[in-house]
């Protein structure tokens, strides 16, 4: 996963909270501005599934994830 360390601004939100709050959001299909509190604010989700789609993270997710189920056969 990306890590914050040596950006400017604030460290980012914990991982696993945001991606928990994306599939959340994709899985319901609720609007950005109605996911739950509990994910943290909406802003910050849109955010990160915004930039792992640019710089190509979900890809990279996406393939280790299928190496890793090949191997496992």
Excluded: C, N
Aim: glycine share 10%; no cysteine.
């Amino acid at each position: 996963m990306p890590s914050s360390d040596g950006q400017r601004g604030r460290p980012f939100r914990d991982h696993r909270q945001v991606i928990e709050g994306i599939v959340y959001r994709l899985r319901t299909g609720v609007a950005w501005r109605d996911l739950p509190e509990s994910f943290g604010p909406w802003q910050t989700i849109w955010k990160r599934h915004k930039r792992f789609s640019t710089d190509g993270t979900w890809d990279k997710i996406h393939a280790r994830l299928v190496a890793e189920a090949d191997a496992a056969g």
